[in-house]
């Protein structure tokens, strides 16, 4: 598969493609992820999860437009979503197609947000292309986050469970702890201070360096469920932590367990 390209379409398990009709004659819950960024290959690492763990949904891919930063695919079932799973970095999207996510998450409707997610519609020290909108605070309205920059990449994450902050969090950590000796190899991320109306999960540290939220859920002013992780350079789908994580936060964001 290319990386970034204008591609969208339906994983099914039988290693077939099915039709968006039948997909939409079934009553199985609808996950769509937004992927558009070049540091972490999750445009790879998340349509294997996806395969290997969610056999029970219909799940949806929007890439990154080929040769063309600052846009996804011209189709965006966004508004057809239960759940949207966002994995972009830095991108000034077309009016149409930030107001279709903006109007996505006005309804209530979770979202899940992976690694650079905090900042997906962020520039740095730019100005968008003539046609093309950024979203400054998605990363605080969404989220709950506050993510400034991150410490160097050559420090391990130590990661660790934040102490029990309701009774969700031992259900959003089930089969991830006990955590002994777990670590990630992508940098952490300065995100403190969050909201304080996040639930914060695990929490990650490096030498010298007070520890940070590395993964949290968080409850909109919309009414909307919302999780966050900074996890997702590649080598965490390998990990016991990371895949186990978003199988707990995908249930969380359905409705499968109350919070």
Not at 54 to 69: G, H, P, Q, Y
Not at 132 to 157: E, R, S
Not at 188 to 198: E, F, G, M, T, W
């Amino acid at each position: 598969m290319t990386r970034n390209f204008l591609l969208t379409f339906l994983i099914t398990f039988s290693g077939t493609f099915i039709s968006d009709s039948s997909a939409e004659e079934s009553r199985a819950p609808r996950i769509v992820f937004l992927c558009a960024e070049k540091e972490y290959s999750t445009d790879v690492t998340l349509p294997r999860f996806a395969k290997e763990h969610l056999s029970d949904e219909k799940v949806e891919f929007i890439f990154a437009k080929e040769n063309e930063r600052n846009a996804l695919s011209s189709h965006l079932p966004i508004d057809r979503a239960d759940l949207l799973i966002i994995s972009v970095r830095r991108r000034a999207l077309p009016v149409e197609q930030l107001t279709a996510i903006k109007q996505y998450v006005a309804t209530g409707k979770p979202v899940i947000g992976i690694r650079t997610a905090n900042h997906a519609f962020a520039l740095r020290n730019e100005q968008p292309p003539v046609g093309h909108v950024v979203w400054g605070d998605f990363d605080q309205v969404v989220f709950g986050g506050n993510y400034t920059n991150h410490h160097p990449n050559d420090l391990i994450v130590t990661i660790n469970p934040s102490a029990p902050e309701t009774n969700l969090t031992p259900l959003l950590l089930e089969g991830v702890l006990p955590l002994e000796e777990a670590t990630s190899r992508g940098s952490l991320y300065k995100v403190s201070p969050i909201n304080q109306k996040a639930n914060v999960l695990l929490t990650g540290e490096v030498v010298g360096h007070p520890a940070e939220p590395i993964a949290w859920t968080f409850v909109r002013d919309d009414g909307g469920r919302s999780f966050y992780t900074s996890l997702g350079h590649p080598a965490d789908f390998d990990s016991d932590v990371l895949p186990r994580l978003l199988l707990n936060a995908i249930d969380w964001c359905l409705g499968r367990f109350e919070s």
